[in-house]
């Protein structure tokens, strides 16, 4: 009995330790794999949260806007129009 608490006492927080440092390490490389080099025709304009399992999606794609639906299933594509800049006449802020 007396072997389990100390082989308790010195693994538990060295378990503690990595988890931690674990952590850290996947927020400090989050940054370097989501971001890409150069500009890109794809991109994420707004999400919602529908259900735990459902989620709305607007992804902005060559001057066009998809609204998806986003499930365990897969992706639906629910409408697409112009990309909002489009209809505006391209003035963003000016």
Do not use: C
């Amino acid at each position: 009995m007396l072997w389990y608490i100390a082989k308790l006492i010195v693994l538990l927080p060295l378990i503690g330790v990595m988890v931690w440092g674990s952590l850290r390490l996947a927020r400090r490389l989050e940054g370097r794999f989501a971001a890409s080099e150069g500009p890109s025709a794809l991109r994420i304009v707004e999400t919602r949260m529908l259900s735990p399992t459902m989620r709305l999606a607007v992804i902005a794609f060559h001057d066009r806007e998809i609204l998806v639906s986003t499930s365990r299933q897969g992706l639906v594509r629910l409408a697409e129009g112009p990309a909002r800049g489009a209809r505006e006449g391209g003035n963003h802020g000016a």
